[in-house]
């Protein structure tokens, strides 16, 4: 089974989105333009980062409304595992396959660097080759990334292991100084109901070759070319 990539206006991490699946599946994904509603069958679908339409409006929000999206939402709701990194989580939150909202950064700035990364679920297709509470070093790059939901969501997340990742310090402790962005609970990155949809702000894929300086995002596409591997 193949993967896709979903490029709009404004996307600039398909490429890099592209490089680290194809390095890890052996196999060129389909890179889907966001206006073509007749998305093929595939076995994954990413939505990178970038800053699709400019963000107007509010990151993600017009995305959220392209023509191929009402099938990735089908897709998602059939049980097609969905990434969306950074403006793709931004963008699956605006079309509600996620909870909660992503507002400005608690700093009122872009933040561009690494940061560390607390793997708190590994019992899904996107971190099976992570181990639980493992610490991890991935980059940032948003100015929209503070994740914010009502507590009762919060808990629901929490009481389901739904938070996939959670920012922290280099050892792993949880601290306020390690947070980027001023998201609730450090969370990083969260699943859905049924495990299948990802949506994180840091970007695996700018970390996951030797040259780039690390290696820490390689197991997530590592895991997602696992799962290929089964479903062909």
């Known amino acids: 089974m193949k993967a896709a990539v979903i490029v709009s206006p404004g996307s600039n991490c398909d490429r890099d989105a592209r490089v680290a699946l194809r390095r890890s599946t052996g196999e060129e994904p389909v890179m889907h333009w966001h206006r073509d509603p007749e998305l093929p069958k595939v076995g994954l679908i990413v939505i990178p980062g970038g800053f699709s339409y400019g963000d107007y409006l509010r990151a993600g929000a017009m995305a959220a ?18 990434l969306g990194i950074c403006n793709g989580f931004q963008i699956l939150v605006e079309c509600r396959l996620l909870p909660g909202v992503l507002m400005r950064n608690a ?15 590994t019992d899904t297709v996107f971190t ?16 929209e990334g503070n994740y914010h939901a009502p507590e009762a969501v919060l808990d629901e997340l929490e009481d389901e292991n739904r938070v996939a990742f959670r920012y922290c310090a ?7 100084g390690a947070n980027p962005n001023g ?44 799962m290929l591997a089964r479903a062909a």
Do not use: K
């Open 183 to 226: 998201s609730a609970r450090n969370i990083a990155g969260i699943l859905n109901r049924g495990r299948n949809v990802l949506g994180l702000m840091p970007h695996p894929e700018r970390l996951a070759d030797p040259l780039l300086g690390g290696c820490d995002g390689r197991p997530m596409f590592d895991a997602l070319a696992d």
């Open 128 to 143: 099976s080759h992570y181990e639980h509470g493992q610490t991890v070093r991935i980059p940032v790059a948003h100015n």
């Open 170 to 176: 280099p050892a792993g402790g949880s601290d306020a």
């Open 107 to 121: 700093g009122l700035r872009f933040v561009c660097r690494d940061v560390f990364l607390r793997v708190e679920a």
């Open 65 to 82: 409304h392209s023509p191929v999206m009402r099938e990735v939402a089908a897709r998602a709701n059939s049980g097609v595992p969905v």
